[in-house]
């Protein structure tokens, strides 16, 4: 069992992320934690950088998800000084944005790099989206990564929208 398996069992969580209604925050550890919540297991909040220091008091575990703003170093190394233990969730290779991305240029940029290497060098561990994505951080970074089924909430099904017998589930994180 990994730190975060263990770590699952009726702590407080918060999660800091840019966007609140992210949809990788959502798929990728939301929807998760929220169905813990349900089972008693954990309580979770999620919160914005202006607002996560009034809250760190009163959680147990960090994660920061996808997060590469700078400002938020000083979080982190706030998170460490009260032993807090801290996750950094990814579900990009953000190391490794291909060349025909919108926004490359911006994620290659020195700051965005060097402030994602300090989170992944400075939590206890690195969550993504899947096995493959896990082992890429690992060898990249000598880090100790894990990752979480991504979990979608599914609306009930009817007639109207199942086509000839199939169900199509989509998902589209931006354009």
């Known amino acids: 069992m990994d730190l975060f398996e263990n770590a699952v069992q009726s702590k407080k969580w918060l999660i800091i992320a840019r966007s609140l209604q992210g949809a990788s925050e959502r798929v990728g550890i939301i929807n998760t934690l ?6 008693r297991k954990l309580q979770y909040q999620i919160t914005n950088y202006p ?3 009034s809250l760190l008091d009163w959680c147990d575990y960090v994660i920061f998800s996808r997060v590469i703003d700078y400002r938020l170093c000083s979080l982190l190394e706030t998170a460490s000084k009260m032993n807090k233990t801290t996750f950094y969730y990814l579900d990009d290779s953000l190391y490794n944005v291909p060349s025909y991305a919108r926004l ?3 994620y290659q940029s020195e700051e965005v790099q060097k402030t994602l290497r300090y989170f992944i060098e400075n939590t206890h561990m690195v969550i993504t ?7 890429s951080y690992e060898e990249r970074y ?3 990564s894990t990752w979480v089924q991504p979990a979608v909430t599914l609306p009930s099904f009817t007639k109207d929208n199942i086509s000839n017998g199939k169900i199509i589930i ?3 994180g931006n354009i």
């Open 34 to 39: 929220e169905c813990l919540q349900q089972q």
């Open 51 to 53: 607002r996560a220091n």
């Open 104 to 106: 490359k240029v911006y």
């Open 129 to 135: 989206c899947s096995a493959w994505l896990s082992k």
């Open 142 to 144: 000598s880090c100790k």
């Open 170 to 172: 989509g998902f589209a």
